[in-house]
């Protein structure tokens, strides 16, 4: 049983093992958990009230202040200090790491794939190939990781850019927004196409690439003005 150390009665109604004889009915434990939220939603307030006069604070793997935000330098020393995968299970927990901050990672969608494949394969359930091209995507990754980039926060009273490209297999998008003449990166989504979609023409995969961050990014370009921008040239 996990010891709970006893502050303001709630000791008992925090044991992390419940016999079916501690079983309440829903009446008796609504007091109960109207007084645990309460604790929780204090020490949530305490702990902004705490973060009020910073030029910056910590929150979920993010350093947020100033109108942008970068991942913590935590973060960024387990990603620059992981080492080279040697079996499917490092290289999933590597991934997961990184999956965590596609948003700050141009062209996520094309590199990561080539780790993705490492996992693939009827060999035995740990058992990976690691080539020059694995280790090529993986240093590239914690590369754009350990620059710690940095993304914007959107100023609504400004148009948004919203670039997008298309490649045989995936498309890549960028949202930014050009303040004082410097563009500034908000978000970067890409994905790859589905099956269907790779057998589009050029031009229908630069228009899905388009419909996607659209889509993406609704939240952020419904009801504004912006400008789209597409490598695509017509002769």
């Known amino acids: 049983m996990l010891e709970i150390p006893e502050v303001d009665g709630m000791k008992e109604f925090c044991l992390a093992n419940v016999t079916s004889s501690d079983f309440r009915s829903e009446q008796e434990r609504c007091p109960d958990l109207q007084v645990?939220?309460?604790?929780?939603?204090?020490?949530?307030d305490e702990e902004f009230q705490l973060m009020k006069?910073?030029?910056?604070?910590?929150?979920?793997?993010?350093?947020v202040g100033s109108g942008s935000r970068s991942p913590s330098d935590l973060k960024?020393?387990?990603?620059?200090?992981?080492?080279?995968p040697t079996t499917k299970t490092q290289v999933r927990s590597f991934l997961g790491i990184v999956g965590y901050?596609?948003?700050?990672?141009?062209?996520?969608?094309?590199?990561?794939?080539?780790?993705?494949?490492?996992?693939?394969?009827?060999?035995?359930?740990?058992?990976?190939?690691?080539?020059?091209?694995?280790?090529?995507?993986?240093?590239?990754?914690k590369g754009k990781l350990v620059s710690k980039p940095i993304l914007f926060a959107p100023d609504f009273s400004k148009d948004f850019i919203?670039?997008?490209?298309?490649?045989?297999?995936?498309?890549?998008?960028?949202l930014s927004q050009s303040i004082n003449g410097e563009?500034?990166?908000?978000?970067?989504?890409?994905?790859?196409?589905?099956?269907?979609?790779?057998?589009?023409?050029?031009?229908?995969?630069?228009l899905a690439a388009i419909i996607f961050g659209l889509k993406r990014l609704k939240h952020y370009?419904?009801?504004?003005?912006?400008?789209?921008?597409?490598?695509?040239?017509?002769?």
């Open 36 to 44: 645990l939220w309460g604790k929780a939603r204090s020490g949530v």
């Open 53 to 63: 006069g910073k030029l910056e604070v910590l929150f979920l793997g993010h350093t």
């Open 76 to 84: 960024i020393k387990a990603i620059k200090d992981f080492p080279t």
């Open 101 to 141: 901050y596609t948003h700050y990672i141009s062209n996520y969608s094309e590199i990561a794939p080539l780790l993705t494949d490492a996992l693939k394969g009827k060999c035995k359930k740990e058992i990976i190939v690691w080539d020059e091209r694995c280790e090529k995507a993986f240093e590239e990754l």
């Open 162 to 174: 919203l670039q997008t490209d298309a490649s045989d297999i995936r498309a890549e998008v960028v």
């Open 183 to 206: 563009e500034h990166p908000i978000l970067f989504p890409s994905k790859k196409f589905s099956k269907a979609e790779r057998n589009y023409s050029t031009v229908e995969r630069e």
């Open 221 to 235: 370009l419904d009801g504004q003005r912006f400008i789209i921008e597409t490598k695509y040239l017509t002769k």
